[in-house]
């Protein structure tokens, strides 16, 4: 395997992430700019986050097996939310729930980030994803 996860002891618990990811292997992919569009570029989920995070999350898998990889391979994920609040978390959750059996998310997750922000580039677009990954 060529990424390890852990969360070192004394670290803040408990988060639905691992705090440390170490990759090992020599190719590195990197999926960004993931929104939630399907294929047909139809807009999934308006106004529902859950919705978009899970969509986010799917096109994030198309986009890590088109390089050969799966989120186990994932070393680090950052999501962008816009107008984001402390509320906004059972809801953006409840996406990555809705979606972690389907996909293979690991659990808990590779270290990730959630960046709030005022607005992506269409103005329907609630969270944004970026995936890294290493592969041997």
Request: zero cysteines; aromatic letters at 8%; a negative charge.
């Amino acid at each position: 395997m060529t990424v390890r996860t852990f969360s070192p002891d004394n670290m803040f618990q408990p988060v639905p992430y691992h705090h440390v990811a170490v990759g090992t292997g020599t190719r590195h992919v990197h999926v960004a700019g993931q929104i939630s569009r399907d294929g047909n570029a139809n807009l999934i989920a308006t106004g529902d986050l859950a919705g978009q995070v899970a969509q986010v999350l799917r096109n994030t898998a198309r986009g890590l097996e088109g390089a050969g990889a799966t989120f186990a391979d994932v070393v680090r994920l950052r999501f962008f939310l816009t107008n984001s609040t402390p509320d906004m978390f059972g809801e953006f959750m409840a996406g990555i729930e809705s979606v972690a059996e389907e996909l293979g998310l690991p659990s808990p997750l590779p270290p990730l980030s959630a960046i709030g922000v005022d607005f992506l580039f269409e103005p329907d677009v609630l969270v944004e994803l970026e995936a890294y990954a290493i592969l041997d």
